[in-house]
Structures are given as C-alpha cells and as structure tokens.
C-alpha cells in the first residue's frame, strides 16, 4: 500500500478518509458500502450467525494510522466504543515508524484441546500408556479433519498433565493441532471429542470435558518497537514510562488495569476481524499470570541512544478462516484492508497495536496524565450535543478547555456565542 503515515489522516472529513483507505486497498461498491454502513447489514445474515434476534448493536471502525508491521506499512481496522483508542494507537506508532516500525515473531498456530479422564486407578501408568498409543490417538484425531491435515495442519503431538484435585489425580490428555489459518475451536473439540472412546480404552478411566484451552500458549504472537525518545516527549517521560512498566510487573492492581490499555488495542483489532475476542482477551490474562503473579504483558526498556523499546508476548488464537471471519462481511472487508494472508500476519499485526496502545497510554499517565485527551472529547461530544456546526466545534472545545468549564449548559451558552456572534 502507499504510506499509512498520512499527515493529519484524522484531520480528513469522513468521506475522505473511507475513500483513502477503499482506493488503495481496492475494495468494491459492495464492500465499500457494507462498511460504512450505506448498505445495511442483512437482518438475515445476523439472523443466522447467533439466536433469538430481533435486532444489531454498531460499533464504529476507524483505522489505525503510521503503523509499520515487519516492513509494510498498514492501515489498521479498530472496531471501538471506547474514545482516544484509536488516536492513541495512532499516535505511538507515529513515533515508532521512523525507527522501523513493529517487528513480529511467533511461535506458530498450535492449540491444545484438554480431555479430562477421571476415575482413573493408576494414573501415571496410564499416563505411560496414552504415550505408548500416541501415533493411534493422533491418527484417531487426524481422520476427524482430513482437509486441515491436507492443508499441513492437524494433530501433532500430546501430553499428558497428572492434576491433583481435591478428590483425585485427574489425567488430563493435551492435544496439540496445528489449527494454521483458523482460530481452531471447532478442529480441535471435534478432536478431542471423537478420540475420546480411544482414550477411555486406554487409561480405564471416564472421560468428561473435551475442549479447547483459551491459555493458547504454543501459540504465542510477539511485537517488538522503538519508539523515539523525542517524540514522546524527552527523556524524562521515558524513564517514567519505564518505571510505570516496572510498576504495572510488581503489582497487580496497576497490571490489571495497565492490560487492559494492551487489550483496548488487541480487542479493537480482534473484533473488526470477527474473531473471538473472549478467547484472546481469556488467553492474554492466564498468560499474564503465568509465573503465579499476574504481571504486565509488555516490557519497557531504554536502549543506548536513550530510545524506549517495547515488546509485548501473547497468545493470540485469531484466524482468517472460518466463523465470522468468513461470514460477517465488515470482518472480511477488514481483512482486505490490511491485505491479511495468513493467521500469524493478522496476529504480529494486533500484538504490535497492543503494544502501541499501551505505550500511548503509559506516555499519557507519564506526563499530562490522560483526562485533559478524554476532556477534549469529552467536550466535543457535548458541543455536537448542544448542536455545533462541523466548523465552530474547535474552536467551541477550545474556549471550554481554556475555561477548564465542561459543564453542558456552559458549551451550550459557548455555542450560541460562537453561533449566533
Ligand atoms: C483506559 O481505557 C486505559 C488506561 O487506563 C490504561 C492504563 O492505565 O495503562 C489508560
């Protein structure tokens, strides 16, 4: 694509900025239409995809700007309620791109499905005995997704964990498939559910649950960026951009909330693609509490020109095949804008926006603070309420801030100033 880096891409009207992004990325009438919503999303459609309809709730798209993803520049469709998400996303990768961007790496698309067994008299002999089996319970697995298999997917490997529970040591069988391009919940369950008898058979016990784990940890995404001192704000920001990371990794209460900056950018990403955002979001937070801490799923460092590097590791269970990923014609134009062509493309792109989002909120609180951004939109929103033209809104935020006066009756009172002389 040309350059996501365009100056004042949010300073563009609205129809600008759809036609910037439509153009390059040579998106039909259709598609074009379907996502602005000229073309209404088919009731029909909705009707099929969950139960009980009776209507739609929209959540607006923007796209992400100055993002840079191992050497291409992309436009980065969000799908967010929550405002200064997409800005501030924006706004930190502008001041990464010109040291290179997002650099991403992963550790591959295998999911692991759980097979609880009870019951089981001799679980560590049973245990020997899953691994004595293990080309049948692959193969068994196998013949339950021939076109993953074909596609150089499917069961690959198991293991078998001994859980100590309050009344028994449960053998719990992981299977690991390679899910390659889908998310995997449907491949996997059906695994786990088919090879289920086998696995009976094989330990003596009873087998329960078979389903997918969220913790999706052999399928980790990471995003690596330098984001330039200068840019931020100096040097001083820096360091308490770091020190806010050293924070959010010793104390819970600050990692709760420092992810949940992370997760405004990764969900935004994940939901504009039709993809389950639940699964990622349940994925992000087990792997943050890995060590038996839940701790910050980014890391902030200072290299030797004084730059600040950020990385940030996850699991990242999404998929461009399947579900609403193929159904739900808003996520497929998604898909396009980026020029997706592969799951882990897709997931290095929304660990990099999660890693943006984070140093965009880390520098916020590491200097001004973030109110005086949301009181800018904050005051916005009011002035759109108290009825202001397009052209007076500015300069009608403008005096409210500079009153620090956000009441409602006083914008209106400013808008009628500015409106009627
Ligand atoms: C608000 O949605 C997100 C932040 O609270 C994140 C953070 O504190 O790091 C600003």
Same mark, same amino acid.
């Given at each position: 694509?040309?350059?996501?880096?365009?100056?004042?891409?949010?300073?563009?009207?609205? /129809?600008?900025?759809?036609?910037?992004?439509?153009?390059?990325?040579?998106?039909?009438?259709?598609?074009?239409?379907? %996502?602005? #919503?000229?073309?209404?999303?088919?009731?029909?459609?909705?009707?099929?995809?969950?139960?009980?309809?009776? #209507?739609?709730?929209?959540?607006?798209?923007?796209?992400?700007?100055?993002?840079?993803?191992?050497?291409?520049?992309?436009?980065?469709?969000?799908?967010?309620?929550?405002?200064?998400?997409?800005?501030?996303?924006?706004?930190?990768?502008?001041?990464?791109?010109?040291?290179?961007?997002?650099?991403?790496?992963?550790?591959?698309?295998?999911?692991?499905?759980?097979?609880?067994?009870? /019951?089981?008299?001799?679980?560590?002999?049973?245990?020997?005995?899953?691994?004595?089996?293990?080309?049948?319970?692959?193969?068994?697995?196998?013949?339950?997704?021939?076109?993953?298999?074909?596609? &150089?997917?499917?069961?690959?490997?198991?293991?078998?964990?001994?859980?100590?529970?309050?009344?028994?040591?449960?053998?719990?069988?992981?299977?690991?498939?390679?899910?390659?391009?889908?998310?995997?919940?449907?491949?996997?369950?059906?695994?786990?559910?088919?090879?289920?008898?086998?696995?009976?058979?094989?330990?003596? &016990?009873?087998?329960?649950?078979?389903?997918?784990?969220?913790?999706?940890?052999?399928? %980790?995404?990471?995003?690596?960026?330098?984001?330039?001192?200068?840019?931020?704000?100096?040097?001083?920001?820096?360091?308490?951009?770091?020190?806010?990371?050293?924070?959010?990794?010793?104390?819970?209460?600050?990692?709760?909330?420092?992810?949940?900056?992370?997760?405004?950018?990764?969900?935004?990403?994940?939901?504009?693609?039709?993809?389950?955002?639940?699964?990622?979001?349940?994925?992000?937070?087990?792997?943050?509490?890995?060590?038996?801490?839940?701790?910050?799923?980014?890391?902030?460092?200072?290299?030797?020109?004084?730059?600040?590097?950020?990385?940030?590791?996850?699991?990242?269970?999404?998929?461009?095949?399947? #579900?609403?990923?193929?159904?739900?014609?808003?996520?497929?134009?998604?898909?396009?804008?980026?020029?997706?062509?592969?799951?882990?493309? %897709?997931?290095?792109?929304?660990?990099?926006?999660?890693?943006?989002?984070?140093?965009?909120?880390?520098?916020?609180?590491?200097?001004?603070?973030?109110?005086?951004?949301?009181?800018?939109?904050?005051?916005?929103?009011?002035?759109?309420?108290?009825?202001?033209?397009?052209?007076?809104?500015?300069?009608?935020?403008?005096?409210?801030?500079? /009153?620090?006066?956000?009441?409602?009756?006083?914008?209106?009172?400013?808008?009628? /100033?500015?409106?009627?002389?």
């Amino acid at each position: 694509m040309s350059s996501s880096r365009i100056k004042g891409f949010y300073q563009l009207s609205l /129809e600008d900025r759809v036609n910037i992004v439509t153009q390059d990325k040579e998106l039909t009438a259709e598609e074009k239409n379907i %996502l602005t #919503g000229e073309t209404i999303f088919p009731m029909s459609l909705a009707d099929s995809m969950v139960e009980n309809v009776i #209507g739609q709730f929209s959540i607006p798209i923007g796209v992400a700007a100055n993002f840079k993803v191992n050497g291409n520049d992309v436009f980065i469709p969000m799908a967010t309620e929550e405002p200064s998400v997409i800005a501030a996303a924006s706004n930190a990768a502008r001041a990464a791109y010109d040291l290179g961007g997002f650099y991403t790496s992963s550790t591959g698309t295998i999911m692991r499905g759980q097979i609880q067994v009870l /019951e089981v008299s001799d679980p560590h002999g049973a245990k020997a005995r899953i691994f004595e089996n293990k080309d049948e319970i692959l193969a068994n697995c196998n013949l339950k997704d021939p076109t993953l298999v074909k596609l &150089g997917g499917g069961a690959k490997d198991l293991e078998v964990h001994l859980i100590n529970t309050v009344r028994e040591t449960m053998l719990v069988v992981h299977l690991l498939v390679d899910t390659k391009d889908a998310m995997g919940a449907n491949a996997v369950n059906t695994m786990a559910e088919g090879v289920s008898p086998l696995i009976e058979k094989i330990t003596g &016990g009873r087998v329960v649950l078979r389903i997918i784990t969220n913790l999706a940890d052999k399928r %980790l995404i990471r995003s690596r960026g330098v984001f330039s001192a200068q840019a931020l704000g100096g040097p001083e920001v820096v360091k308490n951009i770091v020190s806010a990371y050293e924070f959010a990794d010793a104390d819970p209460y600050r990692a709760a909330t420092h992810n949940k900056g992370v997760m405004n950018g990764i969900t935004s990403v994940v939901l504009a693609t039709g993809n389950d955002t639940r699964a990622v979001e349940a994925g992000a937070h087990a792997y943050a509490s890995r060590t038996g801490r839940y701790r910050s799923l980014t890391t902030w460092e200072i290299n030797e020109d004084g730059n600040l590097v950020g990385s940030i590791e996850l699991p990242m269970a999404v998929g461009i095949i399947g #579900g609403a990923t193929k159904t739900h014609p808003v996520a497929k134009a998604s898909l396009k804008i980026m020029n997706i062509t592969s799951a882990v493309e %897709l997931a290095g792109i929304i660990a990099s926006v999660g890693l943006a989002e984070n140093a965009a909120s880390l520098r916020a609180l590491a200097a001004e603070g973030i109110q005086s951004g949301h009181m800018r939109l904050h005051a916005k929103n009011l002035a759109v309420m108290a009825g202001a033209k397009k052209e007076n809104i500015d300069l009608i935020v403008q005096k409210a801030i500079h /009153e620090k006066d956000l009441r409602y009756d006083r914008i209106l009172q400013l808008t009628k /100033e500015v409106q009627e002389g």
